[in-house]
């Protein structure tokens, strides 16, 4: 059975940092792109990060280029997303998805499994 668990959203004050975890389990991990989505309150859901099945390339929306990494390790099946500098603007729910694919996609649809999230807010 797939799980995706994401762990690491907090309240934190502009300028601070979080490092989420998506802990993974039920597949073969070394097989999977994987993604990082978020949802603002109040708005749709928007692609912010992914990392291909072979660890590069990645990519970034360009709202947190320069300001988020993300990085997978495949001996634990976990993917990370440090998030530094961050902005009230960054405020959402964040998930991680998997797709069976080398390759990324800027489509949700392409995403075969999710986690329940991790609520991020970034407040003074």
């Known amino acids: 059975q797939v799980q995706l668990v994401e762990s690491g959203g907090a309240l934190v004050q502009p300028g601070g940092s979080l490092k989420l975890s998506c802990a993974t389990s039920?597949?073969?991990?070394?097989?999977?792109?994987i993604a990082w989505f978020r949802q603002p309150p109040g708005k749709e859901g928007e692609g912010v990060s992914c990392?291909?099945?072979?660890?590069?390339?990645?990519y970034y929306v360009d709202s947190v280029k320069g300001r988020f990494t993300i990085s997978r390790d495949n001996a634990k099946n976990t993917v990370y997303l440090k998030m530094n500098s961050l902005k009230p603007e960054d405020t959402a729910v964040y998930y991680c998805?998997?797709?069976?694919?080398?390759?990324?996609?800027?489509?949700?649809?392409?995403?075969?499994?999710w986690g329940q999230g991790t609520q991020v807010t970034v407040s003074s």
């Open positions: 998805a998997t797709r069976l694919s080398y390759w990324c996609s800027g489509s949700q649809l392409q995403y075969d499994s």
């Open positions: 039920g597949f073969t991990f070394n097989n999977y792109a």
């Open positions: 990392i291909s099945r072979g660890g590069s390339p990645t």
